[in-house]
């Protein structure tokens, strides 16, 4: 079966820009995450979604990031007025369920702000 | 305030020998414990898990022990082989965040394993 994927796989945008990346779960896990990572750094909690809720969005940075995922599938995380330090690797990861604690990752989005 | 640590930026062995590589942990709401395996343009990948209520689990050539008094894990992998050469990543969670699934990493350890 398909793993988690996500588009695109690179993104270079100009400090200011919106962008939005991408993430398609495994069939049938009804937990989503995204997580951040910077160069040197493990990956860092951003945002869960049990179905279409945001159960848990303490690690969101700031309000210009935002993350819908509006039909318990496909989830996007947005990113209003980029700055340079939004630049790092954006991760999805699912599971089962949000009590089974094994995530599954996606390769990641590599968001370059100029 | 780092709550999961790998304080070991790198680690070489020999193929065939055995690696270990260690993480510690401060917050002692953590009762479960991952390590995933990343390789260069792709995303982590789950290895192993285990829970507070153990303090070994064994999978293959995979093992991970717990010492909770020292809030510390390893992963132990024996024999090495060159493919295992990758970063790898302690995480944990804690039961009054399971149901939002919430992991924090360490920092992780770049394994090398020599032909």
């Known amino acids: 079966g398909a793993g988690v994927s996500q588009t695109p796989s690179n993104k270079v945008t100009e400090k200011g820009k919106y962008v939005e990346l991408r993430c398609d779960p495994i069939s049938g896990h009804t937990a989503l995450y995204w997580y951040r990572q910077s160069l040197g750094q493990g990956p860092e909690f951003l945002i869960y979604?049990?179905?279409?809720?945001?159960?848990?969005d303490s690690g969101l940075p700031n309000d210009r990031f935002f993350a819908v995922r509006p039909e318990g599938s496909v989830s996007t995380l947005k990113i209003q007025r980029t700055e340079r330090g939004d630049s790092a690797v954006y991760l999805c990861?699912?599971?089962?369920?949000?009590?089974?604690?094994?995530?599954?990752f996606g390769p990641g989005t590599r968001l370059t702000v100029l | 305030d780092q709550q999961v640590k790998q304080n070991s930026p790198s680690l070489s062995v020999q193929e065939g020998r055995i690696s270990i590589l260690n993480c510690d942990y401060t917050?002692?709401?953590?009762?479960?414990f991952l390590w995933y395996k990343k390789y260069p343009a792709e995303g982590p990948t789950f290895l192993i898990s285990?829970?507070?209520?153990?303090d070994k689990n064994e999978d293959g050539r995979f093992t991970v022990f717990l010492n909770k008094s020292a809030k510390h894990l390893s992963l132990h992998i024996v024999p090495s082989q060159p493919g295992d050469s990758a970063v790898y990543f302690c995480a944990a969670s804690a039961s009054e965040t399971s149901n939002t699934g919430k992991l924090i990493f360490g920092q992780g350890t770049t394994l090398q394993v020599k032909p």
């Open positions: 990861a699912s599971s089962f369920s949000g009590t089974r604690r094994e995530q599954f």
């Open positions: 917050n002692s709401m953590f009762d479960y």
């Open positions: 285990i829970s507070s209520i153990k």
């Open positions: 979604f049990q179905g279409t809720g945001a159960a848990d």
